[in-house]
């Protein structure tokens, strides 16, 4: 795909990047200087044989990359991605959506992976399983581990689908149609204990999100938030609390992840860190400042711009969110879009806990 990236280009200073110790290699295009910085814990992979304007792999360890996958929708780029774990196994957590399988399938090769032991999947949302009946096409015969709940939906995704376009529209059909994956390499994701994979389950993004720890990598999918590296060691974390949300549910989930020792946190969007449990920890307390923040604002505010009231509220107040007004038009227009989905979430969890409130008294 010939699809350049351009995420936060202005934002960051080449010297900067060179400091941070680095080693750039003359004739890559600018993008990677972007993307070292954006990905700050890791480095691009130079072995490639591929054009150069294509999605570049980073690679977090010897044994770890991150495979992006940008879509063809404008600020969908370093949003998505795949995690090759390519050690005495090797296995894929996430897959990406149906447009971009081709340049999974293109980049793995490029990586010398020629047979895929697994494929791990956080949750059954098109933007991370997608892909997988196409997938499985190229790979046949390769496990897929989901959620119980998961699997009757990878089997015949006739819903899936019909949700996704359903909530997303235009940004499904860029995703591309869900095909179904042969029931017989579909596994629960609970009973799963080989290759030295742990399964979490993690609901809250949705209720069948699952994470995994494999080594000293722990996948945290969605339960963590979506992060995005900010120039100067900053971050960006946002909540991933689409309706239905239930304040609980994610923060049990979170604690769990706290129990798992790991020395890297790999997100789904999109990234990895080794400030962990930090991370984790922020992003709870992050839950309970937005309850609090947004449990304000409704209980003054019932209007047609209460989302949009709650985001400036938030926009304020929110240290995580810090980074938001800096980044670049369309990156910034995408998470408006998923900041008010996470709002909605939010929203419909309190209008439920003040009528059951209600209720009682
Ligand atoms: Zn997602």
Redesign the pocket.
């Known amino acids: 795909m010939v699809f350049m990236n351009s995420t936060a280009s202005s934002m960051v200073q080449e010297g900067a990047l060179s400091e941070a110790g680095f080693r750039i290699d003359s004739g890559f295009h600018k993008n990677y200087f972007v993307k070292l910085k954006i990905q700050s814990e890791g480095k691009i992979y130079h072995g490639l044989n591929r054009h150069m304007t294509m999605d570049d792999v980073i690679q977090f360890a010897s044994d770890l990359y991150l495979i992006p996958l940008d879509q063809e929708i404008p600020g969908f780029t370093d949003f ?1 991605g795949s995690w090759l774990y390519k050690g005495d196994r090797t296995l894929l957590v996430d897959i990406g959506p149906a447009a971009t399988v081709p340049n999974l399938v293109q980049a793995l090769e490029d990586l010398g992976v020629h047979t895929v032991d697994a494929v791990l999947l956080t ?1 059954i ?1 098109i ?2 399983a997608g892909g997988i009946g196409d997938f499985i096409s190229y790979f046949p015969g390769t496990p897929v581990v989901c959620h119980a709940t998961g699997i009757p939906h990878l089997k015949d995704p006739t819903r899936v689908w019909e949700g996704s376009l359903k909530t997303l529209g235009d940004m499904a059909r860029a995703y591309g149609p869900i095909r179904g994956v042969p029931e017989d390499l579909l596994q629960d994701a609970a009973q799963f204990r080989e290759f030295g994979v742990l399964p979490i389950l993690t609901p809250g ?1 949705a209720p069948h999100h699952v994470s995994y720890r494999v080594e000293d990598f722990l996948f945290a ?2 339960a963590g938030g ?1 992060y995005m590296a900010l120039p100067d060691d900053g971050v960006h974390l946002r909540p ?1 609390t689409p309706p239905r949300f239930y304040l609980k549910t994610s923060v049990q989930s979170l604690k769990s992840l706290l129990d798992i020792p790991h020395k890297l946190l790999c997100y ?2 999109f990234g990895a860190t080794r400030r962990s449990p930090e991370m984790l920890e922020a992003h709870m307390h992050q839950l309970f400042r937005w309850a609090e923040l947004i449990e304000a604002q409704i209980q003054r505010d019932s209007g047609p711009h209460v989302v949009e009231h709650c985001m400036e509220a938030l926009l304020k107040k929110d240290p995580l969110l810090a980074g938001w007004p800096h980044m670049k038009g369309a990156v910034r227009d995408r998470e408006r879009y998923f900041f008010h989905n996470s709002i909605k979430g939010f929203i419909g969890y309190l209008s439920d806990k003040a009528e059951k409130n209600k209720g009682k008294s």
């Open positions: 998505i949750h949302h933007d991370h993004h999918g969605e979506v991933a789904a969007h």
